[in-house]
């Protein structure tokens, strides 16, 4: 019913998609030998996991045909909610069900001024990714909070292990699983691509439309919100700018994703935030500044939406050249 | 009297099998107002737009003032003195009414950096306008001007060259008030009283009694009879069996012998929209097709919305299986069990993208899941394929992309999304634009199949189409319903009854 499962072009797609992942991994291997071993193969799923769910939400937007802007200022929010609590006694549950509350809170928010109020969504989210990114401070004036963090469990979700990999990404794949079933294989995921492609007819098929442009905006928070999670267990402290590194990594990973396997799609995300992951990290372990990175792995997405998807063209270019490049300028003038 | 200003002879034009037009003589006066009738399909597009130099002309020729032309472009038929409105007149709304008029010429000068010269703009916009006389305020914005204004703009523009001679207008008059269309024809009259000759494309009769002095009626790309507008008071009702000529039968399924027998299935009463509809009232009975003409501004595609929940809220009672019923949204309607198929079945009917079965299935999502909302992909598959063994689907492929089907293809699975939902009420909008004449044939098969166990209402601007295929018909004019459904009401009558608001 997918794009994907049209044999044989998407078969293609898939081979093509390995084959540039292989690709990428060997010249990575032949400039440095430890990209290949263990330590390193933990830390690209560890990242993988933060990068893909902060992706998996996004999709739900852009399969809605709208833009997300916000989630990394929600994701900031919530993770100094969550940090506040924790260091204020709370449980880790508690504090957890509290980020995603207020996240959840920020997303209906968007889709209701999207979708109800018909409000241009990159500009409302903008707006309101800047008034929870401001919000942020409001716990601590913009000090980190760490305490209390060893012991409430949260650095513990860190360093589960199982067969060597993180359980965070375990909990990736499941629920990459679940979306899966949910956006290609169930009604709901129908409506939401029904109502994406062509709002007039998923209306005139009884479709919701704007339920599920709203609700699509809460599952971005949603996502967002268990990506910093991750951060905040790897990090050991929250900041105020937790969420900030969200936004390049997943709009890279949703739209290469879509030009290399041929539209939004959960397999699609999955498939860019692992070859946008392996590149990061990848640059990372070669000691690259991370705003050079972002300005190739940029400019590789360029060149895969050029490449493989024509009709993406035109969106991808102006986001990228407003994301990847935008954010260099802004962070090399501070 | 002089030498026409127009003399076409032999035009012929093809599109790949299809002859669109054939053999048209047509001469045209100068200084006069010549109106083309035809219902769709007949020509007459084919004709202005080879006219304007959008197509162009396989044989014939084409003679202004005497001299052979020829139109390679719409440039060229400017160059020659013709200019065109289109039927929506693309305008910059952002833009006032002066710079709309020069867009593209500013200054009088061509290239990038001429300057714009707003003074000698508006000195030449006045002086367009102290020739003729309208009242607009031309400094405002476009966007805020009324659709009459908007016109005038546009054939303000048209004119804005002073060679023309010939203007060209594309049913102008459709989403026109009484009061606009008054504007409209007095700038007309202004036009004719200096000498520019209009070919002027309508569908209602009663616009070219007033305001025309010859007509000419095409029909199958021919031109059937030109005639001054005297002669036409005295044809009437004849006029519009010029228009329809001969029926093909053999596309329509057979009548019932006993319509309008059966139980009443649906009903509504005293349906009224504002300034839409006004006092829509019939039934639709067990076993019968009633059939609804009209022309685009009849209100024919917002009658089916409001009946479909996805217009109004309206006025008036609907009752359907003996229960009242009032959907105010589509998911409302369906699960009171109306389908719609909706006029523009690209746009409003199909996600184009997506496979059939998903589109198939996609009107009753609740039918096809189970647990979770977990879609039942065998089960689905399995009633899709049926559905389209039954709708004759072909190529019979589900997981092709409903946009490589062809037109009528398309709209077959529009049909099988229907059959799909289950609905006791099908609402059919122009069922047939753009589908070849055998699946027009499975189609009209399928809605006498469908007749049998639901009602079923066609509304088409193609009277032939209303009028063939249905037990029952009635027509819409701006709104109003013309006579109540019968089957009775001969086709030349319903036709008269659909461009001219009467029956008689």
């Known amino acids: 019913m997918t794009a994907t499962s049209r044999l044989p072009s998407g078969f293609y797609r898939v081979l093509a998609f390995l084959a540039l992942v292989a690709a990428v991994v060997a010249i990575f291997a032949l400039i440095e030998p430890r990209y290949l071993s263990m330590r390193n193969l933990t830390a690209v799923t560890r990242h993988m996991a933060a990068n893909g769910l902060a992706a998996l939400g996004l999709t739900f937007v852009v399969v809605v045909r709208k833009y997300d802007l916000s989630f990394p200022g929600i994701a900031s929010f919530a993770a100094m909610t969550i940090g506040f609590l924790i260091a204020g006694g709370y449980s880790l549950g508690a504090a957890i069900a509290a980020g995603l509350g207020v996240g959840i809170a920020v997303g209906l928010v968007n889709g209701f001024a999207v979708a109800y109020g018909r409000l241009p969504d990159i500009v409302t989210t903008i707006a309101t990714g800047s008034i929870v990114g401001g919000m942020a401070f409001l716990y601590t004036g913009g000090r980190t909070i760490f305490q209390n963090f060893m012991t409430s469990g949260l650095i513990d979700l860190n360093d589960i292990r199982f067969l060597g990999l993180n359980a965070s990404f375990y909990f990736l794949i499941a629920i990459y699983g679940v979306a899966y079933l949910v956006l290609h294989h169930s009604r709901f995921g129908a409506s939401f691509r029904a109502a994406g492609e062509n709002p007039v007819s998923a209306h005139l098929s009884g479709i919701p439309v704007r339920l599920y442009t709203m609700g699509a905006f809460a599952v971005c928070a949603a996502t967002a919100v268990l990506a910093v999670v991750l951060i905040l267990a790897e990090s050991g402290t929250a900041d105020t700018n937790e969420g900030a590194n969200f936004l390049m990594p997943a709009y890279a990973a949703v739209f290469l994703g879509a030009a290399l396997l041929g539209g939004a799609s959960i397999p699609a995300t999955l498939a860019g935030t692992a070859l946008i992951t392996i590149l990061l990290d990848g640059f990372s372990l070669l000691g690259v500044p991370y705003y050079y990175s972002d300005g190739v792995v940029s400019l590789i997405l360029l060149a895969g939406v050029v490449l493989f998807d024509e009709r993406l063209r035109r969106e991808a270019a102006f986001l990228m050249t407003f994301l990847g490049f935008g954010r260099k300028i802004g962070e090399t003038h501070p | ?504």
């Open chain 2, 1 to 504: 009297m002089a030498q026409p200003v127009l003399t076409i002879s032999r035009l012929a034009k093809r599109f790949g099998p299809v002859q669109a037009l054939g053999e048209v003589d047509f001469t045209l006066e100068q200084g006069e107002i010549h109106a083309l009738l035809g219902v769709n399909g007949a020509g007459k597009s084919t004709f202005i737009k080879i006219l304007s130099g959008v197509y162009t002309k396989d044989e014939g020729t084409i003679e202004i003032d005497g001299r052979s032309v020829e139109f390679r472009s719409p440039r060229d038929a400017i160059a020659h003195g013709v200019a065109a409105v289109q039927q929506h007149p693309e305008l910059v709304g952002d833009l006032t009414g002066y710079e709309n008029i020069f867009l593209g010429m500013e200054g009088g000068r061509r290239g990038f950096w001429s300057r714009i010269d707003r003074a000698s703009m508006r000195r030449r916009a006045d002086a367009l306008l102290a020739r003729f006389p309208v009242e607009i305020d031309l400094s405002r914005r476009v966007s805020s001007l009324s659709v009459v204004e908007r016109e005038i703009v546009a054939i303000l523009q048209a004119l804005s060259r002073e060679n023309i001679r010939v203007l060209i207008l594309d049913e102008p008059t459709s989403t026109l008030t009484e009061v606009e269309k008054g504007v409209l024809f007095r700038l007309m009259a202004h036009l004719r009283a200096f000498g520019i000759s209009i070919i002027y494309i309508t569908h209602r009769l009663e616009e070219v009694m007033e305001i025309v002095d010859r007509l000419t009626v095409f029909r199958g790309g021919r031109r059937i009879t030109t005639m001054s507008v005297e002669a036409a008071r005295a044809e009437g009702v004849t006029l519009a069996e010029l228009m329809l000529g001969e029926t093909l039968d053999h596309v329509y399924p057979p009548r019932r012998e006993d319509a309008g027998a059966g139980e009443v299935v649906f009903s509504v009463e005293g349906l009224r929209l504002p300034g839409v509809l006004d006092n829509i009232r019939f039934d639709v009975r067990r076993g019968e097709i009633v059939g609804v003409f009209g022309l685009v501004g009849s209100g024919l595609d917002e009658l089916s919305k409001v009946l479909f929940g996805a217009m109004g809220p309206a006025e008036g009672k609907m009752r359907l299986g003996g229960r009242e019923i009032a959907p105010r949204t589509p998911r409302e309607a369906l699960a009171n069990g109306i389908f719609l198929v909706p006029g523009d079945r690209r746009t409003e009917g199909l996600t184009l993208s997506q496979a059939s079965v998903f589109n198939m299935t996609l009107a009753n999502l609740g039918k096809a899941s189970g647990l979770a909302g977990l879609l039942r992909r065998g089960r689905n598959r399995r009633a899709s394929a049926a559905l389209a063994e039954k709708v004759t689907l072909h190529p019979p492929l589900l997981d092709r992309a409903v946009s490589d089907f062809s037109g009528g293809n398309q709209q077959k699975i529009v049909v099988a999304k229907g059959l799909f939902a289950g609905a006791d009420l099908y609402i059919f909008v122009e069922p047939t634009v753009g589908v070849d004449i055998g699946a027009r044939s499975r189609l009209y098969g399928l809605m006498r199949d469908l007749a049998e166990s639901a009602a079923v209402i066609v509304m088409s601007s193609d009277c032939d189409e209303v009028h063939g295929l249905s037990d029952r018909t009635f027509a819409l004019y701006k709104g109003r319903q013309i006579g109540q459904p019968s089957g009775d009401i001969t086709r030349g009558r319903l036709l008269a009854a659909g461009i001219m608001g009467s029956l008689h």
